[in-house]
């Protein structure tokens, strides 16, 4: 069985300043990891993805991950915030059996901008 | 490209009457389309895949007699709830997969949700 584990429900930061999201996973798999924001009342929406390839993950709008086996993290970050990044983030495992993958989302991190 | 709608996004019924929510990818061929159901800060939890022309899988716990999947073309899916009741009130989110072996098979595509409230 898979799983993640987002560690912080809430986090607050300030404009311009670096942004950590953290998140654990466990898998039976080699892992895809995903991570999806969603802004109120819009769909989700794909920031980045780690398929077995290069370990440091480039998304969009800034942000990137890095997958370390070692500590089952795949934790999201920015260098500087801006206040368009406040959002709901989720961090998802996949299930790479099948021919359509299942996901497993995490219960989500609201991120917070203040001026 | 891989745009998915959901229509309506929203609705209010009332108790005992049944909603239908259409998923449709716009732009693309979508082999299998899944169903989630999302609480007020909670996650996306999901209900149930479909894939074109077969009978949807249901997760444990969901009722497939509730909650009416069709996946009747590969842009297509619609998800019914029958009979609903104020405890079904959520918002439902659909997403596909594309049809493509140059796309990473287990990406999804998500739509913008339906938020269903039972009176």
């Known amino acids: 069985a898979q799983s993640v584990t987002q560690l912080d429900s809430h986090v607050s930061v300030s404009e311009g300043t670096p942004v950590l999201l953290r998140c654990n996973y466990s898998?039976?798999?080699?892992?895809?990891l995903f991570w999806y924001v969603q802004h109120p009342n819009k769909g989700l929406q794909l920031l980045l993805k780690y398929t077995s390839a290069a370990t440091l993950v480039k998304g969009i709008n800034g942000f990137e991950a890095e997958f370390k086996k070692s500590e089952t993290s795949f934790h999201l970050t920015k260098p500087s915030a801006h206040m368009s990044d406040a959002a709901e983030y989720f961090c998802?495992?996949?299930?790479?059996?099948?021919?359509?993958?299942?996901?497993?989302f995490g219960t989500g991190t609201r991120l917070q901008v203040t001026l | 490209g891989a745009v998915v709608s959901q229509h309506p996004s929203w609705v209010i019924c009332k108790s005992g009457t049944s909603v239908k929510i259409e998923c449709r990818s716009l732009?693309?061929?979508?082999?299998?389309m899944f169903w989630y159901r999302q609480f007020p800060k909670k996650s996306l939890m999901l209900m149930a895949t479909?894939?074109?022309?077969?009978?949807?899988?249901?997760e444990q716990g969901v009722e497939k007699d509730k909650f009416l999947i069709n996946h009747a073309s590969l842009t297509l899916s619609t998800l019914t709830v029958t009979s609903a009741h104020p405890e079904d009130s959520s918002f439902y989110i659909c997403s596909a997969t594309r049809r493509s072996l140059a796309v990473v098979k287990d990406e999804q595509f998500f739509g913008p949700g339906t938020r269903l409230t039972v009176l």
């Open positions: 998802v495992v996949s299930d790479l059996a099948g021919t359509a993958s299942k996901l497993t």
């Open positions: 898998s039976s798999y080699s892992p895809s």
């Open positions: 732009d693309f061929q979508a082999t299998t």
């Open positions: 479909s894939n074109e022309g077969s009978k949807a899988t249901y």
